[in-house]
């Protein structure tokens, strides 16, 4: 990085703070997971030798554009219902949890780079925080959302295949 790209980081940086701020409560999302996203694809653009000509516009426009992207992913997911076996489950559906879950954890066990050490950690039946996430990993608190959301992303894509959609009386949900 060139000390042009470093001053205009540190120039940036409390307008990309003032713009997350004012984005996320709209968006359902966590301020710092808009910043780090603005920030990726800034150091990516950089990278490339492809600085904004612009760069408050840019930078205005990335918040908006991450902000709407998180938005509709926000829309799109839905809260995890723990399939709790209770003592009066038949065999049966205890044997399709334990299935389900086996597939699961294969699955994270195959998704790439940081992926399966911090899936597992967030699948702990400890229920941990961010904050014993990221001292377990070794990563900054601020990166677990980003990358939570490449994971699942990416575990998503891989169970797509593997797991049926669940029904109501016949209908896919």
């Known amino acids: 990085m060139t000390a042009t790209d470093a ?20 968006a359902g999302v966590d301020a710092g997971d808009i910043e780090q996203a603005v920030w990726l694809k800034l150091l990516e653009r950089l990278q490339d030798d492809d600085a904004p000509t612009r760069p408050a516009d ?22 995890y219902q723990e399939e709790a076996a209770e003592p009066h489950d038949s065999p049966e559906s205890s044997a399709l949890v334990a299935e389900r879950r086996r597939v699961v954890r294969a699955a994270v066990r195959r ?5 399966p050490r911090l899936l597992t950690a967030m699948l702990d039946p400890a229920d941990p925080t961010y904050r014993e996430i990221a001292g377990e990993l070794g990563i900054s608190q601020g990166s677990l959302g980003p990358m939570r959301s490449r994971c699942l992303g990416c575990l998503r894509r891989m169970l797509a295949a593997e797991v049926p959609a669940s029904t109501s009386r016949g209908k896919v949900r």
């Open 111 to 115: 998704t790439p780079g940081h992926c």
């Open 7 to 26: 001053h205009l980081l540190r120039t940036l940086a409390p307008l990309l703070a003032a713009e997350s701020n004012a984005e996320a409560p709209a």
């Open 58 to 79: 840019w930078l205005r426009r990335a918040v908006r554009a991450e902000a709407r992207r998180a938005r509709r992913a926000v829309l799109r997911e839905r809260p």
